[in-house]
Structures are given as C-alpha cells and as structure tokens.
Nanobody, 115 residues
C-alpha cells in the first residue's frame, strides 16, 4: 500500500505561481512513477506531469514551459511548480504513484486561478 498526501493548493491570481507537494508513505520502494493529474469541473481527469524513478519527465502540452515536476527521493516527496497560471489551470490536482500492476491516488488539492 502507498499513501499520498497533497498540499499547497489555493487561490492565486492569473499570472501567479503555486507549488504543490505530495508526500508518499508506505511501500515507497514499489513506486516506479510519480505524477500529477487534474480534473476541472465537467471535464475528465487529465495527466499534467509525471516523473520516473530515473528522473525522466513528461508534461501535457498545455503546461509545458510553465510547470515543472521534481522529486526528492530522500523525503519521498514529489513537487509541481506551477508558474504563469491562468484560469484554465483551475482544477483539483491529484498526485498519483504508479506501481507494478496498479496505481495509488491522493485525495486531491484545489487550485483556483482568478482572472
């Protein structure tokens, strides 16, 4: 089992920045990939960014150049630095951990960007 706890969401003005954190606990050694997804009202959940245990990153086209995912293996934490935020980034952001045969999800943290 892996438990994920997100923090760092909130209300920010357009053009501003936020940093999300996700602390993992439990069977840390089973985690292959850590990532962030988001779900806006009335829309499907979409992948925002992911980072492998080796440090390879992938981003959704909509956030490339604005968001940066990183991980601190010593703290078992993954971060999402979000810059130049706009109203379209408003969503609940979920942390996820991919393990062999499945995935775990956090409870989500709300990010609201005011225009």
């Amino acid at each position: 089992q892996v438990a994920l706890v997100e923090s760092g969401g909130g209300l920010v003005q357009a053009g501003g920045s936020l940093r999300l954190s996700c602390a993992a606990s439990g069977m840390i050694g089973s985690i292959n990939v850590l990532g962030w997804s988001r779900q806006a009202p009335g829309k499907q959940r979409e992948l925002v960014a992911r980072i492998t245990s080796g440090g390879t990153t992938n981003y959704a086209n909509s956030v490339k150049g604005r968001f940066t995912i990183s991980r601190d293996n010593a703290k078992n934490t993954v971060y999402l630095q979000m810059n130049s935020l706009n109203a379209e980034d408003t969503a609940v952001y979920y942390c996820n951990a991919e393990v062999l045969g499945g995935a775990y999800w956090g409870q989500g943290t709300q990010v609201t960007v005011s225009s």
